[in-house]
């Protein structure tokens, strides 16, 4: 602006003694450079908007880095917990199959020990006649019945000489497992009793009681293994509406189970 003015001012000192075709020419430098200085005023105008602009999405790249850090860092504790929790799970489900192995190892154990049990009972038992006594395995257990016949005059918790035998036989096996656990069970027909007995109830637990006296008394069974209970009618085996169904009911389960109480630790176990 100021190199304009001196010359408009220098054209109006030597106007009037310069020729008019330099004048001309010295007017028409004149708007060139006017024109210039416009046109370099208008690019410093751009220049400045352009810088503002930039400031403008410096700032706002500068939000968004800060935003894209912020939801890192969160995403990355959000992955730290995730992957914890995945360890966890991970440390839980090794322990869960381990325990998994252990179990099945037992279940194994005892279905070893059930059948060698039925074994040697089958043999030990093995001169009667399978109307009276039979043995049987079911659910890890070994469920030897004998029947009223054999074990009791009818009506009566009076053990027999008949049965008495089968009991020395039955102890002499359990006296060489000692890790077995035995619940006597005796059981009646639906026909109520009558005499000695008030019910059916009655008899049926007389009956379990005289035969663990019999292994405890007579043939030294352990009686920290032994359990007696009596079910009267309701747990027949057959039709109670036949003579040959009510034979059968009446009868007296001597059920032996491996002991489990290492298996019952580990179910328990948390």
């Known amino acids: 602006m100021k190199t304009l003015v001196m010359l408009l001012a220098t054209a109006a000192i030597f106007a009037g003694c310069v020729p008019t075709s330099q004048l001309k020419q010295s007017q028409a430098e004149s708007a060139a450079l006017r024109d210039e200085n416009r046109k370099l005023a208008n690019k410093g105008n751009d220049l400045e908007s352009n810088i503002a602009q930039l400031k403008t999405n410096i700032a706002a790249l500068n939000e968004q880095i800060a935003t894209l850090n912020s939801e890192n860092s969160v995403?990355?504790?959000?992955a730290t917990s995730t992957q914890n929790k995945l360890n966890q799970s991970q440390g839980n489900l090794q322990v869960e199959q381990e325990r998994l192995l252990r179990l099945q190892k037992?279940?194994?154990?005892?279905?070893?020990q059930s059948d060698a049990l039925k074994n040697k009972m089958t043999e030990a038992l093995n001169g009667f006649s399978s109307n009276d006594l039979t043995?049987?395995?079911k659910n890890g257990k070994v469920y030897v019945s004998l029947s009223e016949n054999l074990l009791f005059p009818s009506g009566s918790a009076v053990v027999s000489v008949s049965g008495s035998d089968a009991l020395a036989k039955l102890a002499a096996v359990l006296n060489l497992n000692t890790d077995i656990a035995v619940n006597i069970e005796g059981h009646t027909d639906s026909i109520p009793i009558r005499g000695h007995y008030q019910d059916n109830w009655d008899l049926s637990t007389s009956r379990a009681n005289a035969i663990v006296r019999i292994l405890v008394n007579n043939y030294k069974?352990?009686?920290l293994v032994i359990i007696a209970s009596g079910h009267s009618k309701f747990d027949p085996i057959d039709t109670n509406a036949t003579p040959d169904g009510r034979a059968k009911n009446r009868r007296t389960e001597i059920i032996l189970s491996p002991k489990l109480d290492e298996m019952y630790k580990l179910l328990s176990a948390s």
């Open 75 to 78: 995403m990355g504790k959000q």
């Open 106 to 112: 037992l279940l194994a154990q005892q279905r070893e």
């Open 135 to 137: 043995v049987t395995e």
């Open 221 to 223: 069974v352990n009686p």
